[in-house]
């Protein structure tokens, strides 16, 4: 039995795990792969007791009735070491590792093990033990990623469906109920309850509900006041049945208010995402209750004090009665989603006080877009709404897009000239819309859909969009994780002289390689990380990293100069020149070197805003570049009110140039001949043919940058590629280089 395997024993083998795999493999639950692995082996090896030990926790076992598994049967056990277990005998054992302990290939810390009397294991019992554990390894390993990538679509729909109770208006117990609900379901429907601040005695806590949990005790007392004193949830193993007792602050209007408690069960996700998981729901009920205490001071009165409009609960009334109205005399409705662009910036920079004099005036050229037996209402924030009556998609179409016209007018508010502009969602009653928030809930789809195209937009919403939202909303999941997570890097791209085609600099572009979605456009996940203050720390995490890599490149190509493009939330915001000078200094890169480049659209919005930022970026001495110039809102009278050292003509314009396109190539002309005249750089955005680069040089353009000379590429590719191009003194087109080059 110890000597070498002959054939007939290796196929025996082989048979044996091929059967193994199959049972263990079939189950959806980490459980049921336990179970069925160790009753195999067991069948197998014709072994009296066995157990399963995963993550130093009992698992499964076989053999001992009754009784419990005697400690002498779980210590550190050698193959064939002979143990006395209780009212069973004297058993030999052998042992396979869940995992190799030399590469941890799966990461499942445990081990199967075999008990049988009065017969030792050969070496190849063994050895196919081993196998079959490194299997179940693997199996289990591979389960706890599906049960991962499940709790998180579970999350999102769980979370969706809250949501729309709180902005149906749904009543606050329902919707408190609902949570509770949920977070018992995902956290292995273990207890959980939430506790509130009692308001009229603050020292006291009032259970919302205790039906979810039956085990109220002491120890739930002291963690939730633990909580809300702010010292968060506890991640030390609670003495009853050693679960993990976590609490999560519930928060309303800036206040500790309650909290919501819970003791995971079963097979739910680890502790840190347990917390995770628990701090989302409370969350939810912070959002609930915010929602509830803010309907309760708006519905004293029905209209808006800014605007004079109807607020948004009579709106609600309002529209739910043309709702009922339409159904009974089979007519069009049709409601409008308005969500103002750029609003938060000014909101931000000038003031709350010019912010309302802004929504006033918004509500004014509203009502002049709509007839008298319309309905106009401010829903909240920058929100506006609108109920046709008597109106079809078409007809609706024809008003949302006369007041994106009225709203993209300058307003005159306080002495000063601000833009703004409009997205707005179209959607029609019907009979999938059983009450009024679920109308407007599809228009606010569609309204999220037009500011995605580019803002400006009118969108008539389709089903298919709420499925778009439910993404999106997964996304934002994952984007809150990317700053820290290792996913964010950069990729860097060529800036050519046209006249030498010697390289001149590089751009710095921000990537997102998602695990699950491949690489992730900047297009898709920049405006929703605009949305938030999450664009503030993914932008400064880019200048860190771009600079630095900037530094270790200087040590190859002396005056090799950077180009980093820069949200326009980062602009407005105070920190930027303090990020940036901090970064250059650190890694001791001339700011003379560095090129910050931003959009076009935020000279136009706010002139004397960008005019400020951009100056004190000018003081540490970078050199600025305004990007994807002449989109839609070129006015060439703006590059000499600031101080632009570099203007890069968007690749629309270049995409289209050709010997016989004339009209295009006066345009590329008058842009390049206004900026040599005011002696500003320019560079040549998204160069792909051999005839666009010799009209460019023609043209007199300085630089350029396209898939003809390089494409994007990481940062260790960089100084490779440099080094070819430097060996042969420059590019000679045609020359496409891709990043593996």
Known sequence: ????????????????????????????????????????????????????????????????????????????????????????????????????????????????LLGRLGREFSAEESQLLQGMAL??????????????????????????????????????????????????????????????????????????SLDRYPGFDDEAVALARGALAGEGANWEPSALRSRPLLAAQVVVSGEAAGCLIARPQGHAPGYRDQAELLNAFAQQVSLALNDARSVDAVRKASRDHITGLPNRA????????????????????????????????????????????????????????????????????????VALAHTDLESGRGVAHRIVRALANPFAVSGREVLIGASVGIAASAERHSDASALLGDADIAMYRAKRSGRGRCVV????????????????????????????????????????LGVEGVEALMRWSHPVRGLVPPSVFIPVAEETDLILELGAQAIERALADMASWHRHATGLRLNLNVSARQVVDQSLPEIVGAALAANHVPPELLTIEITESLLIEDPELARARLTRLKDIGVRLSIDDFGTGYSSLSYLRQY????????????????????????????????????????????????????????????????????YPMPAHDWLTWQG??????????????????
């Not at 993404?471 to 700053?483: E, I, P, S």
């Open 135 to 208: 299997t179940l390894g693997l199996v289990l390993h591979n389960l706890s990623i599906l049960q991962a990538e499940r709790t998180r679509h579970r999350l999102v729909e769980t979370l969706l469906d809250i949501q729309k109770a709180i902005s149906a208006r749904r009543p606050l117990n329902e919707v408190l109920d609902a949570i509770t609900e949920g977070a018992w379901e995902l956290l292995g429907r273990g207890p959980v309850a939430l506790l509130l601040v009692d308001p009229a005695s603050p020292e006291l806590l009032r259970p919302h």
């Open 314 to 385: 009579h709106f609600l009334q309002k529209l739910e009665q043309e709702r009922l109205t339409s159904v009974e005399g089979n007519t069009d409705l049709t409601v409008l989603f308005i969500d103002l662009d750029r609003f938060k910036a000014v909101n931000d920079t000038l003031g709350h006080q010019v912010g309302d004099e802004l929504l006033a005036e918004v509500s004014r050229r509203i009502t002049t877009c709509i007839r008298p037996t319309d309905t106009a209402a401010r829903l909240g924030g920058d929100e506006f709404a």
């Open 461 to 500: 919403f389709e089903p298919y969009m709420q499925e778009e939202v439910a993404d999106r909303l997964d996304l934002f999941t994952d984007l809150q994780r990317l700053a820290t997570n290792g996913q964010l890097w950069l990729a860097y791209q060529p800036i050519l002289s046209l006249a030498s």
């Open 643 to 710: 101080p632009v050292d570099q203007v890069k003509v968007d690749r629309s314009f270049i995409a289209e140039l050709r010997d016989n396109a004339t009209n295009d190539i006066a345009l590329a002309r008058s842009i390049i001949e206004l900026c040599q005249r005011l002696r500003i750089e320019t560079v040549a955005e998204g160069i792909e043919t051999d005839e666009q680069l010799r009209l460019l040089k023609e043209l007199g353009c300085d630089l350029g940058q396209g898939y003809l000379f390089a």
């Open 1 to 112: 039995m110890n000597g070498p395997a002959s054939p007939t024993s290796y196929h025996w083998s082989v048979h044996q795990l091929t059967e193994y795999l199959v049972q263990v493999s079939e189950p959806r639950e980490q459980f049921a792969a336990i179970d069925a692995a160790l009753e195999h082996a067991i069948e197998t090896f014709d072994a009296e007791l066995g157990v399963v030990m995963l993550d130093n926790e009992l698992r499964a076992s076989l053999g001992f009735g009754r009784q419990e598994v005697p400690q002498c049967f779980l210590g550190p056990l050698r193959d064939n070491e002979p143990v006395e277990v209780p009212d069973i005998g004297r058993v030999f054992v052998a042992r396979g590792d869940l995992d190799k302990a030399a590469t941890r290939g799966t990461g499942c810390d445990g081990y199967m």
């Open 724 to 741: 070819a191009v430097s060996s042969r003194r420059g590019l000679s087109p045609p020359n496409l280089v891709s990043a593996s080059s």
